[in-house]
């Protein structure tokens, strides 16, 4: 049992490429999320989705697109990458919507710089 | 190390001493909280959860405290150890739209002196 893994690590951008994201569980975990987490902040939710084919944005969903075409699969896309966008990013996985007694389970961060 | 540690409240203690991490949360209507810890190059790991209907919950070496009046919450960890050292984040849960969205705090830096 994995848990949630993120591909790729670490990658390196220049302005204007771009890239996906991939998170995958194993866990077969209903909702899948994707955070974006930046020097001395909290974690920050760009979009989330509730289930297979679903998606909805969170708080800070400009810049990236998302899909989620399989259960255990969650990619988050960036169309043109920003320097702005430099961060670490976390897939994170649950039961159900965290509020319930279900914990968030987070994968290991892909840390991206954009030059 | 990760670079989110920095400018980051911080707490240092000796080990073995009890550290009290504090959290002011920001919606009344939370009715769910939970604390994560980040160590180093990590996604958040799950610590302890308390419900609003509920002022303390007991896991192993760690307290929860939950003061509804002033929308506050703190973690207890006892006999800190080395191994402790990390970020800690607590989040709070909301409905939005008949969803709960969890939003996190900044985080604390814990640093545990052999």
């Known amino acids: 049992n994995a848990g949630v893994t993120q591909t790729p690590k670490f990658r390196v951008l220049k302005t204007g490429q771009s890239m996906t994201l991939l998170c995958a569980q194993d866990?077969?975990?209903?909702?899948m999320y994707w955070y974006r987490q930046d020097p001395g902040m909290g974690l920050r939710l760009i979009h989330y989705s509730v289930g297979e084919g679903t998606t909805a944005k969170g708080e800070v969903p400009d810049g990236y697109n998302v899909s989620r075409l399989k259960k255990q699969n969650f990619l988050l896309g960036l169309e043109s990458a920003a320097p702005s966008q430099t961060s670490v990013y976390f897939c994170?996985?649950?039961?159900?919507?965290?509020?319930?007694?279900?914990?968030?389970?987070f994968g290991p961060g892909t840390r991206l710089t954009v030059l | 190390g990760e670079s989110v540690g920095l400018h980051l409240p911080t707490l240092s203690v000796q080990e073995g001493d009890n550290s009290i991490i504090n959290c002011a949360y920001s919606?009344?209507?939370?009715?769910?909280f939970i604390w994560y810890k980040q160590e180093s190059g990590k996604g958040p790991q799950f610590i302890i959860d308390?419900?609003?209907?509920?002022d303390k919950r007991q896991g192993q070496r760690v307290t929860v405290l939950l003061n509804k009046t002033v929308k506050h919450l703190s973690l207890q960890i006892a006999a800190t150890q080395p191994g402790d050292s990390a970020v800690y984040f607590c989040?709070?849960?909301?409905?939005?739209?008949?969803?709960?969205?969890?939003?996190f705090g900044r985080g604390t830096s814990l640093i545990v002196h052999p």
């Open positions: 866990m077969n975990h209903e909702y």
């Open positions: 994170a996985s649950s039961y159900s919507l965290a509020g319930g007694t279900d914990t968030q389970y």
């Open positions: 919606n009344s209507a939370s009715d769910y």
């Open positions: 989040a709070e849960n909301m409905a939005s739209g008949g969803s709960y969205i969890p939003t």
């Open positions: 308390i419900r609003s209907n509920m």
